[in-house]
């Protein structure tokens, strides 16, 4: 169980008598890891790089499944990711596998994102381990069965607090606008290209369709790429639009707030050209 439970009771008859067991109440205590000294065959540990954040700024989430060396299993382990309610979630990288010391290491990490202030509790993860059971031998003194051993990481508790200031995004970011051409035929289209990059999460960001008199305007879904740059999540968003129209107009300039954890303020971006007026050929 993963959570508080009761067991109901159960009904049986007995020549022509009906029985009732108790109902048997199971209180499930927060997961803790199990002990990391290097004896322990294996243990599941969940960290995170902040335990205090405001609504908007990325979190990195990190589970360490520890195997020692030496260790036979008879299946590979059957991974669960944590819980991550009040978040949203994105996987960063594939499983990472490393040795280090006398122990091999399978390293996940999350990027999470929180959507309101409040108390939250990350995790925990949790794995079975099939172990192979010695005790159990063919004729030919080889293990004939699996002891599947559940494990669980510890949880983390995480504070989030509303932004001093509304804004767009948390962060620090620049914004860049690619425009292919000014001047095109008559119904013919103008596509612009809408980039932004800096440090933060972008995940969970949509930039809006533009509206203008007289002109058709289609967009493509956004593409999205989230790394980690020296332990700071770094992100693009890239997004484009085509316009179409039988005369001339000017898409004008959109500006996107993010409020900067590092100087604590509330930063404006723009392209640095204002307006884009488009000039259509007879």
Same mark, same amino acid.
């Given at each position: 169980?993963?959570?508080?439970?009761?067991? %109901?009771?159960?009904?049986?008859?007995? #020549?022509? &008598?009906?029985?009732?067991?108790?109902?048997?109440? /199971?209180?499930?205590?927060?997961?803790?890891?199990?002990? *990391?000294?290097?004896?322990?065959?294996?243990?599941?540990?969940?960290? +995170?790089?902040?335990? $205090?954040?405001?609504?908007?700024? %990325?979190?990195?989430?990190?589970?360490?499944?520890?195997?020692?060396?030496?260790?036979?299993?008879?299946?590979?382990?059957?991974?669960?990711? %944590?819980?991550?309610?009040? !978040?949203?979630?994105?996987?960063?990288?594939?499983?990472?596998?490393?040795?280090?010391?006398?122990?091999? *290491?399978?390293?996940?990490?999350?990027?999470?994102?929180?959507?309101?202030?409040?108390? !939250?509790?990350?995790?925990?993860?949790?794995?079975?381990?099939?172990? =192979?059971?010695?005790?159990?031998? #063919?004729?030919?003194? &080889?293990?004939? &069965?699996?002891?599947?051993? %559940?494990?669980? @990481?510890? &949880?983390?508790?995480?504070?989030? +607090?509303?932004?001093?200031?509304?804004?767009?995004?948390?962060?620090?970011?620049? *914004?860049?606008?690619?425009?292919?051409?000014?001047? =095109?035929?008559?119904?013919?289209?103008? +596509?612009?290209?809408?980039?932004?990059?800096?440090?933060?999460?972008?995940?969970? !960001?949509?930039?809006?369709?533009?509206?203008?008199?007289?002109?058709?305007?289609?967009?493509?879904?956004?593409?999205?790429?989230?790394?980690?740059?020296?332990?700071?999540?770094?992100?693009?968003? @890239?997004? @484009?639009?085509?316009?179409?129209?039988?005369?001339? !107009?000017?898409?004008? +300039?959109?500006?996107?707030?993010?409020?900067?954890?590092?100087?604590?303020?509330? *930063?404006? /971006?723009?392209?640095?050209?204002?307006?884009?007026?488009? $000039?259509?050929?007879?």
């Amino acid at each position: 169980p993963h959570n508080n439970m009761t067991i %109901p009771s159960y009904d049986v008859e007995i #020549d022509g &008598r009906m029985y009732k067991t108790k109902p048997i109440k /199971i209180k499930v205590m927060p997961a803790t890891a199990q002990n *990391i000294e290097d004896n322990n065959k294996f243990f599941l540990h969940l960290e +995170t790089d902040k335990k $205090s954040v405001m609504v908007g700024e %990325p979190i990195v989430a990190t589970v360490y499944l520890s195997l020692k060396l030496g260790l036979k299993l008879s299946e590979n382990p059957q991974y669960n990711k %944590p819980e991550f309610k009040g !978040f949203f979630s994105k996987e960063l990288s594939d499983e990472k596998v490393y040795q280090e010391g006398n122990r091999q *290491i399978m390293e996940y990490k999350y990027l999470l994102t929180p959507h309101s202030e409040g108390d !939250f509790s990350v995790g925990p993860a949790r794995v079975k381990l099939g172990v =192979v059971d010695k005790k159990r031998r #063919d004729m030919f003194g &080889r293990s004939i &069965r699996t002891r599947w051993v %559940p494990i669980a @990481s510890d &949880r983390v508790k995480i504070k989030v +607090t509303k932004k001093p200031q509304e804004s767009d995004l948390v962060g620090s970011f620049t *914004i860049e606008n690619i425009l292919d051409t000014k001047n =095109v035929k008559a119904n013919k289209p103008v +596509t612009l290209t809408v980039k932004i990059t800096g440090d933060g999460t972008l995940e969970d !960001f949509e930039f809006s369709d533009f509206e203008i008199d007289g002109v058709t305007v289609y967009s493509d879904d956004a593409e999205i790429a989230t790394d980690l740059n020296n332990n700071t999540v770094h992100s693009t968003y @890239s997004k @484009s639009f085509a316009f179409i129209s039988d005369r001339d !107009f000017t898409i004008p +300039t959109r500006r996107i707030s993010a409020y900067d954890t590092k100087s604590l303020s509330l *930063i404006h /971006i723009s392209e640095p050209t204002r307006l884009l007026s488009i $000039s259509y050929a007879v």
